[in-house]
């Protein structure tokens, strides 16, 4: 055998013996009938070679160098990028933290929320963690109550409960959602309750929109809504009660009676922040991301992993 070959192969059996099996050097020694300075030396060598690489990894780098690419490719500005946890909801625990301390970092002060599982989510964490010294001074929510029990759709309760925890003024509309018709939502939109929140829209500095998949639950009487259309144009996510495709477009039907932040006052707001829960699919933020709405970001790096590569 090459001479060459069976030195390497030699520095390579020491270099796994001592870096990946854990073994120490005199032991090494020891089974190899060298002395310990000789091990040294070999693993050195190793280095040298190329045999062995070392690489340090420095918290948050993985995360910054995604949130480059990202950058290049979007509209996305920055973000939080987060760890799976053992299990969904450690990770959700942690994209609520990681939502909140973007909203410090951007400074946010008049915010606008959205629904969904991980606000809900947001919601619990900051009763755990209550923030009193932060940035924001007041908040709304950015779409009508929902009928169902679920406390993740009661916008006006989590906002009340997030303006306690934030020490901001909460403001609340007292609208549904879903309307009947799409002539109840016109005079309920016709109404002071709605000017008042409509206004602070139109104010917002930061919105915290959930980002979800397609088909949803619930589900926000889309068919009634949309017909066959979500099917048509192939919608794979929805953001508030807005449905998008794979291309990023948001699907608009000819009558839509839900009652949420329209979709041109939104499209004005600074910071709009895209926030994904630990089952949020790479179909569902691929299509987000195309719609350009986003300035931010938080989520699972995995997930953001999968969709650049």
Same mark, same amino acid.
């Given at each position: 055998?090459?001479?060459?070959?069976?030195?390497?192969?030699?520095?390579?059996?020491?270099?796994?013996?001592?870096? &990946?099996?854990? %073994?120490?050097?005199?032991?090494?020694? #020891?089974? +190899? $009938?060298?002395? @310990?300075?000789? /091990?040294?030396?070999?693993?050195?060598?190793?280095?040298?070679?190329?045999?062995?690489?070392?690489?340090?990894?420095?918290?948050?780098?993985?995360?910054?160098?995604?949130?480059?690419?990202?950058?290049?490719?979007?509209?996305?500005?920055?973000?939080?990028?987060?760890?799976?946890?053992?299990?969904?909801?450690?990770?959700?625990? &942690?994209?609520? %933290?990681?939502?909140?301390?973007?909203? #410090?970092? +951007? $400074?946010?002060? @008049?915010?606008? /929320?959205?629904?969904?599982?991980?606000?809900?989510?947001?919601?619990?964490?900051?009763?755990?963690?209550?923030?009193?010294?932060?940035?924001?001074?007041?908040?709304?929510?950015?779409?009508?109550?929902?009928?169902?029990?679920?406390?993740?759709?009661?916008?006006?309760?989590?906002?009340?409960?997030?303006?306690?925890?934030?020490?901001?003024?909460?403001?609340?509309?007292?609208?549904?959602?879903?309307?009947?018709?799409?002539?109840?939502?016109?005079?309920?939109?016709?109404?002071?309750?709605?000017?008042?929140?409509?206004?602070?829209?139109?104010?917002?500095?930061?919105?915290?929109?959930?980002?979800?998949?397609?088909?949803?639950?619930?589900?926000?009487?889309?068919?009634?809504?949309?017909?066959?259309?979500?099917?048509?144009?192939?919608?794979?996510?929805?953001?508030?009660?807005?449905?998008?495709?794979?291309?990023?477009?948001?699907?608009?039907?000819?009558?839509?009676?839900?009652?949420?932040?329209?979709?041109?006052?939104?499209?004005?707001?600074?910071?709009?922040?895209?926030?994904?829960?630990?089952?949020?699919?790479?179909?569902?933020?691929?299509?987000?991301?195309?719609?350009?709405?986003?300035?931010?970001?938080?989520?699972?790096?995995?997930?953001?992993?999968?969709?650049?590569?």
């Amino acid at each position: 055998m090459n001479a060459g070959l069976e030195k390497q192969k030699k520095l390579s059996y020491v270099a796994r013996r001592y870096y &990946l099996e854990g %073994q120490k050097q005199s032991d090494i020694a #020891r089974e +190899l $009938g060298v002395s @310990r300075p000789l /091990v040294s030396r070999m693993l050195s060598e190793a280095r040298e070679l190329g045999i062995v690489e070392i690489t340090v990894h420095e918290p948050g780098a993985r995360a910054a160098r995604l949130l480059e690419r990202l950058r290049m490719a979007s509209s996305i500005q920055g973000g939080v990028l987060v760890e799976e946890g053992p299990d969904n909801d450690s990770t959700n625990r &942690l994209l609520s %933290q990681g939502a909140v301390e973007l909203l #410090r970092q +951007l $400074g946010a002060r @008049r915010l606008g /929320v959205g629904w969904g599982y991980l606000i809900g989510q947001l919601v619990t964490w900051l009763e755990e963690n209550p923030q009193p010294d932060s940035t924001v001074t007041d908040i709304c929510p950015l779409v009508g109550n929902a009928s169902i029990p679920a406390r993740n759709y009661q916008s006006n309760e989590n906002v009340r409960l997030m303006a306690q925890q934030l020490g901001a003024s909460p403001h609340f509309l007292y609208l549904p959602a879903l309307p009947d018709s799409l002539e109840e939502k016109q005079i309920l939109c016709s109404t002071e309750v709605y000017r008042q929140i409509h206004h602070q829209w139109e104010i917002l500095d930061t919105a915290l929109v959930n980002i979800g998949d397609y088909p949803s639950s619930p589900d926000f009487a889309s068919l009634v809504r949309y017909g066959g259309l979500l099917q048509q144009q192939r919608a794979c996510g929805r953001m508030l009660v807005y449905y998008f495709n794979e291309t990023g477009a948001v699907i608009q039907p000819e009558q839509d009676f839900a009652i949420q932040i329209p979709i041109e006052t939104l499209k004005r707001c600074p910071n709009i922040i895209g926030v994904c829960s630990a089952n949020t699919s790479a179909k569902a933020l691929g299509g987000a991301l195309k719609s350009g709405f986003f300035t931010h970001i938080v989520a699972r790096q995995e997930l953001l992993r999968g969709l650049l590569e």
